[in-house]
T-cell receptor
């Protein structure tokens, strides 16, 4: 158990809908990273938050947004969902901004039908 | 081409050594990583090497870095069935933030 909790574990929704994925980092970790893992794109970095502030953006679509709350948990919001958004979404956390010590959650599997 | 490339599959016999190879393109890469993903689980950082190192050993794992050829390898000695997983190579550099760029992963299959 990495200590990073992601909910829900599985999510099935229809095209055009909006969903929210939640991540609780390890206790004391200030950084949260979001990744998307799909068969055709592999593992893609989406966004990094540190202590509530956005620090880095990767291949994140405009339909997607994220935030990190004062209690350090993070949410990834996916809207106007398309079939191609079906993927495994991972959250990782680390104490500071050091990805060398990032721990991954078990992921949320999103299926868009 | 991809920034980080690795072969998709490797099959070995239990007890043999496994060598998983990776090539990357960015000469400014500072950290090179190996992650392991077991079925239904998230990624687990196995080890990482700083770019000024040639080799790092940690129990059954040996990481070799050839910076000139931008080639990274992970050797697992005495491979066990529990080592069956997907292994991801990743690199990061100071491009505003040290965020790893991952390869597509190598599925290691260990058979008796």
């Amino acid at each position: 158990d990495s200590g990073v909790t992601q909910t829900p574990k599985h999510l099935i929704t229809a095209t055009g809908q909006r969903v929210t994925l939640r991540c609780s980092p390890r206790s004391g970790d200030l950084s949260v990273y979001w990744y998307q893992q799909s068969l055709d794109q592999g593992l893609q970095f989406l966004i990094h938050y540190y202590n509530g502030e956005e620090r880095a953006k990767g291949n994140i679509l405009e339909r997607f947004s994220a935030q990190q709350f004062p209690d350090l948990h993070s949410e990834l919001n996916l809207s106007s969902l398309e079939l191609g958004d079906s993927a495994l979404y991972f959250c990782a956390s680390s104490v500071m901004g050091e990805t060398t010590e990032a721990f991954f959650g078990q992921g949320t599997r999103l299926t868009v039908v | 081409g991809e920034d980080v490339e690795q072969s998709l599959f490797l099959s070995v016999r239990e007890g043999d050594s496994s060598v998983i190879n990776c090539t990357y393109t960015d000469s400014s890469s500072t950290y090179l990583y190996w992650y392991k993903q077991e079925p239904g689980a998230g990624l687990q950082l196995l080890t990482y090497i700083f770019s000024n190192m040639d080799m790092k050993q940690d129990q059954r794992l040996t990481v070799l870095l050839n910076k000139k050829d931008k080639h990274l390898s992970l050797r697992i000695a005495d491979t066990q069935t529990g080592d069956s997983a997907i292994y991801f190579c990743a690199e990061s550099a100071q491009r505003g933030s040290y965020i790893p760029t991952f390869g597509r992963g190598t599925s290691l299959i260990v058979h008796p």
